[in-house]
């Protein structure tokens, strides 16, 4: 499918205005946020620099509605090179200056997607690459075929018998296996999770674990994504029951020069969680 074809996804900015020697972040969220995901950064940065929030594919929408927002072309979402590409046509529109730099901060699937930019010709514009949470590879992995594989089916739900039996059983979906202590939930506490309203999060929005799984269950593997080339900041949440990075991808970092990984005793959304502690890390990190 041709990048003709794809939607132009939109670019949230903050902070100062756009000039050659204004630092730079671009921002990268994943499931199941937009740009208020970072509100504490945006916060912090708003004096010393220019902000560029990218969300998912349609993930931009507030207020979503339970209907599915995808385009007759892609009623299923998008592969992993099709986001990537979307992702990357977006931050050159956003800072169409091919020698500005800037510093890339990504957090969930923003997270997967952001050591694919980093690896495309775009890569060269980076100075620095900070991920929360979602590292390469994976530990404790049987926590995460529940809930991947349950957004994955809602969303076929969705596709196929339509968006309000999708929306019912997505809502108690989220509360069995994120919120709930039992065999399958993770215990997230409300409050530490996305600041994205509850009724804003649709079905819809598993789209990115469809795509993965039917290509696992098709017999595709998903696409290993490198290691960055330029220095990383890794911030991980340690309560969580599962690992979203393998021990070698903390080897990794531990032995290459410039990069470092933090891991705090709290969940999966660390910057909304831990705000202060979070952006003194970055600041430390960007300086």
């Known amino acids: 499918m041709s990048s003709s074809n794809l939607p132009a996804l939109t670019a949230v900015t903050f902070g100062k205005p756009l000039k050659p020697q204004t630092p730079i972040l671009v921002f990268l969220s994943g499931f199941p946020d937009d740009h208020r995901v970072w509100c504490h950064q945006i916060e912090a940065f708003k004096d010393s620099h220019h902000m560029v929030c990218i969300a998912a594919p349609h993930f931009d929408q507030q207020g979503a509605s339970s209907k599915s927002p995808m385009p007759k072309s892609h009623p299923t979402g998008y592969t992993m090179d099709e986001t990537v590409d979307m992702i990357v046509a977006c931050i050159k529109r956003a800072l169409p200056n091919k020698d500005q730099k800037f510093d890339l901060v990504t957090h969930d699937w923003g997270a997967y997607w952001g050591y694919f930019v980093a690896s495309s010709k775009l890569g060269k514009r980076i100075n620095k690459m900070i991920a929360f949470d979602i590292g390469i590879g994976f530990g404790r992995t049987f926590w995460l075929l529940p809930y991947q594989l349950g957004f994955a089916f809602l969303f076929w739900i969705g596709i196929t018998f339509g968006p309000d039996l999708a929306d019912s059983l997505f809502r108690f979906f989220i509360r069995v296996t994120l919120i709930d202590v039992g065999p399958l939930g993770h215990g997230f506490k409300l409050e530490t999770m ?94």
């Not at 595709?220 to 690992?243: C, E, H, W, Y």
Request: glycine share 6%; net charge positive; aromatic share 16%.
């Open 194 to 287: 996305s600041p994205r309203p509850v009724d804003e999060i649709r079905w819809w929005m598993g789209w990115p674990y469809y795509q993965m799984w039917k290509a696992i269950l098709g017999g595709k593997q998903p696409t290993d994504a490198t290691f960055p080339s330029m220095p990383l900041l890794f911030i991980n949440g340690k309560k969580k029951r599962v690992d979203f990075h393998s021990e070698l991808f903390l080897k990794k970092i531990n032995d290459t020069k410039g990069c470092k990984q933090i891991g705090y005793d709290c969940y999966h959304w660390i910057m909304w969680e831990l705000p202060t502690e979070s952006i003194k890390e970055m600041k430390e990190f960007l300086d």
